[in-house]
Structures are given as structure tokens and as C-alpha cells.
């Protein structure tokens, strides 16, 4: 049995209130670790590290601060295995998607952030009545970092390295679900010296630790990424204490496929989208709309796909699904699968849960599922099932399939499958979606803005959007005549 400790100004430590959460591994069903509870005196513990850390961290040159991004990066990578293992058994997700995706990924996220420490630059605007301005872009001083569990150490290194390459200091908390890796990184940085209260990592529950942080007053910009409700809480606690804030909130993302398209590359793509790490991706192409002359060939061919991904257990190579996050979020899946029956909807495939022989027995494993024949406006095209679900539209014009698109509360992502390329230009333009994919899925540039609209969230994080966003700007006018 582990126990996860949090990370305060520089040293593990349990909650100072010794409480702790049981934490499961999903693909078998079982507790195996307790994790920190963390309580306002860990908070006030950990903010009042992170100020003392502040003045000294925002004066540190940019390049010593990429260095020490750069031997995080290092550690990392050094035990990659170690850390893959760890988010599979956290997650249930795949070993072989932890170690060629999600970690790797959390290692560019702090590479690419030590370079953006160096080449983040301001303006200087020179006017005709002789004085010159120029912005000043400082760190907040203590900021929030808070990310979900589907993507564990990828979302968060995606937070907390711009906002430390920017000259903040951090108050992490990683999703009480997938603790792991997030204590793994606090070891790390233990180990390599990184000062004291630059990086502090609070374990422990939403509605506890996370809602003290929100409110907590010396915490001045609020980074989260998570479900459109408890984004919604956060704003109602930050707002009125004008924190800046950055939202990555739910999705209910469209594919378009167009009867121009490649089909081999759009059915490989859809498939995919639809199910990639169990559906438990904000990204995730959930809704799948196909213009009328190709939509039998291919919902028959993406059913086939579908049946034929090998749920299983995480370890091994040829597993393509692993299990969902807990037995709630497993029960809620089903929940909307039944629902969408009831509503009239058809299973094409998938639908049940799966009983995975062996270790695995008592995992949480849910069947890809492929539906269609259901209304437009019914709750299973319209709510955020966050599962290895997908649902099947048809469309007869670029008109009707833009309207589907955006008909919905959500406008995180959307991909479009076609040849013709004024199609794809005028669509995307189109689509109410903060990151639009044409002929591809998840190519993902860390230089471009991430964020979505409606309630997807607010605010842009990715490239100089992210530094930008975990600086304030200042003009300083100069007057020379």
C-alpha cells in the first residue's frame, strides 16, 4: 500500500490533519495507495512558501529558469518507464499509450516552456511627440494550477510550465484520482533541488483543498482545466476577486466527414477521435456527422473498426482500451448509453461493460459503442458523455452540417474531413470551436492557442498565450523631449 505526500516548499509531507483518500487502480478495481488530504493549513503552509520564493524566482534570469525546466525535463525522461507504469495504473489507460503519448508529452510541454522563457518578448511603440512605450509583462507572484485526470502529468507540466518559465511561483493540484505521477514529479524536483516554494503540490478533493485554493486571496490567476460545472464554480469564487482566469472546460465535439473525403484517412481519423484513451479526452470527436452519399459505408466500416479494438488489460502491447477512470464514471457512461435506447437510439456495437479475464476481472471497462437514428436536439447529442461513445449524424448540405455542428452548448474543437480545400477554409471559419482540425485529428503545434468558446471555457493557453496569460502587462511611457 503507497501513500502519496504532498509537496511544500521543497519536502514531502502528509496533511498536516494526517487525513487521507483512498485511491484505485481502475483496471482491477482495487485501492492501492492513500493520498494527502490536504487542509487550509497545507494551503497557508504552501502559499506562504510560494511568496517567500516569489521576489527571488521572478528575478531569477530567464535562462536559469529554463535550466531548471530543462532538469526537470531531464529527470523525466531518465525514468520514463517509471513514470508510464505509474500513469497506466493511475489512469487504467494503456502502458503503451502512457509511454509513447502521455508522458513524452509532458516532457516536450517542459522543454518547449524552458525555450519560451528565453524568446518571450513585449512591445516598445515610439510616438511622434517624442516619448517611446513599451510593456512591461511581470509575474503574477502565486498562482493556481488545477488539472483533471484523464491526461494526468501531460495537463499538468502544460500548466505549471509556462507559469514557472513565466517567474510565478505555483500552487499545483493535480485531479485526488490520479495522484501519482504529480507526487512523482515533486520527488523529482525534491531530488534535483529546485528552491523551495517555487513548485508547491496540493493532493486532496475538489470541494476541499480546490475550492480553498480559488478563494485563497494571495492566489492572483487561476489555470483549470476540467467539467463545464465546476468551471462555472470557480469563476462564481474568482470573479468577484478579479483573479485572472484560464478555463479548459467540457466538450461535445464534431466530426465532419464530407463525401470528397479520403475514406481510409477519414475512417482511421474518426476512429480515433471517437476512441482514443477510452473517449476520455476533452478532444474527443463524440459526435460524428457524415454527409447522406457515404454515411452506410461508413458507419458500417467504423462500426467494424470499433468491434475490433481489443479492450483489455493495460499492460499489455495489445491492448487499444483500457478501463474508464471509476466505477461512477463507468456507471455514468452506461447511464447515457441506456439512455440514448431508451430514447430510441440504435447500438450498432458496444454498450455493456466488459469482463476482462485474469488481474483485470474487476476493472471498470466499458465497450466501444457506436450509435445513431436519434434527434438532434436529444440529451445524447447535446451532453458531454466523456467515454468511448459516439454518436452518428447524417447531413445533405455544408449548411445543415455547420448548424449540427454548432448546435450544441458546447465549442471546444472540431474536425472536418474533405478534399475540396475552400470547403475546408470556409467551414472552418465557420465551426464555433476554439481549435479546428481539417484532414487530421489531435496534430497538436504546443506554439498555437488552446481554449474553446461558449462553455468551453474562456482565455487561450499554448505558445506566448500562455505566457501572456501568467503575466500582467504594464506600459511604461517615457517622454525624451
Not at 485531479?175 to 517555487?198: D, H
Not at 477519414?266 to 477521435?273: F, K, Q, S, W, Y
Not at 454527409?291 to 467494424?304: C, F, G, N, T
Not at 455547420?402 to 448546435?407: E, F, I, R, S
Request: aromatic letters at 8%; a neutral charge.
Amino acid at each position: 500500500m503507497q501513500s502519496f505526500r504532498n509537496y511544500i516548499g521543497g519536502e514531502l509531507r502528509a496533511a498536516g490533519s494526517g487525513a487521507a483518500i483512498e485511491v484505485f487502480e481502475p483496471a482491477v478495481g482495487e485501492m492501492y495507495a492513500t493520498v494527502a488530504d490536504s487542509g487550509r493549513e497545507d494551503l497557508d503552509a504552501a502559499v506562504e512558501s510560494a511568496k517567500r520564493a516569489a521576489p527571488g524566482w521572478a528575478n531569477t534570469p530567464s535562462a536559469e529558469r529554463a535550466a531548471w525546466l530543462l532538469r526537470i525535463a531531464d529527470g523525466i525522461e531518465a525514468r520514463l518507464d517509471e513514470f508510464a507504469a505509474a500513469e497506466s495504473r493511475d489512469t487504467g489507460k494503456p502502458l503503451t499509450l502512457a509511454r509513447s503519448l502521455d508522458i513524452p508529452r509532458a516532457i516536450a510541454n517542459l522543454r518547449f516552456f524552458a525555450g519560451a522563457a528565453t524568446q518571450f518578448a513585449s512591445e516598445a511603440h515610439a510616438m511622434e511627440s517624442g516619448a517611446i512605450n513599451y510593456t512591461l509583462r511581470q509575474p503574477h507572484g502565486v498562482v493556481a494550477c488545477i488539472s483533471p485526470w484523464n491526461l494526468p502529468l501531460y495537463l499538468f507540466t502544460w500548466k505549471i510550465a509556462p507559469a514557472l518559465a513565466a517567474g510565478n511561483c505555483v500552487i499545483g493540484k493535480p485531479s485526488e484520482l490520479t495522484p501519482w505521477t504529480a507526487m512523482m514529479l515533486g520527488q523529482l524536483c525534491a531530488q534535483i533541488g529546485l528552491p523551495a516554494g517555487v513548485l508547491n503540490i496540493l493532493h486532496g478533493r475538489g470541494a476541499g483543498i480546490g475550492e480553498a485554493i480559488i478563494a485563497h486571496p494571495a492566489i492572483r490567476a487561476i489555470s483549470f482545466t476540467g467539467g463545464t460545472t465546476t468551471g462555472t464554480r470557480i469563476a462564481s469564487v474568482a470573479a468577484p476577486m478579479f483573479k485572472k482566469l484560464s478555463l479548459e472546460l467540457g466538450g461535445k465535439n464534431a466530426t465532419l466527414v464530407f463525401a470528397d473525403a479520403d475514406f481510409d484517412a477519414a475512417l482511421a481519423g474518426t476512429v480515433r477521435a471517437a476512441f482514443a484513451n477510452q473517449g476520455e479526452i476533452c478532444l474527443c470527436g463524440s459526435r460524428l456527422l457524415i454527409e447522406r452519399p457515404l454515411y452506410e459505408r461508413l458507419r458500417k466500416s467504423l462500426v467494424a473498426r470499433a468491434r475490433a479494438l481489443r479492450v483489455g488489460d493495460p499492460l499489455e502491447a495489445t491492448t487499444d482500451q483500457g478501463a474508464l477512470i471509476s466505477s461512477a464514471h463507468r456507471d455514468k457512461v452506461l447511464a447515457a448509453i441506456e439512455a440514448a435506447h431508451r430514447l430510441g437510439g440504435t447500438l450498432h456495437c458496444g454498450g455493456e461493460p466488459v469482463r476482462v479475464p485474469g488481474r483485470c476481472a474487476g476493472g471498470w471497462f466499458v465497450a466501444p459503442t457506436v450509435i445513431d437514428g436519434l434527434p438532434a436536439d436529444c440529451v445524447t447529442h447535446q451532453d458531454e458523455i466523456f467515454g468511448p461513445v459516439v454518436t452518428l449524424q447524417s447531413f445533405d448540405t455544408d449548411e445543415e452540417a455547420v448548424a449540427l455542428a454548432n448546435g450544441v452548448r458546447y465549442g471546444l474543437a472540431a474536425s472536418l474531413w474533405t478534399r475540396d480545400v475552400d470547403r475546408a477554409h470556409r467551414i472552418s471559419a465557420q465551426l464555433e470551436a476554439g481549435l479546428v482540425w481539417v484532414n487530421c485529428w489531435m496534430l497538436r503545434d504546443l506554439r498555437v492557442p488552446m481554449g474553446g468558446m461558449k462553455q468551453s471555457g474562456v482565455g487561450r493557453e499554448g505558445g506566448f498565450e500562455a505566457m501572456r496569460f501568467f503575466t500582467e502587462p504594464k506600459n511604461v511611457c517615457v517622454s525624451y523631449r
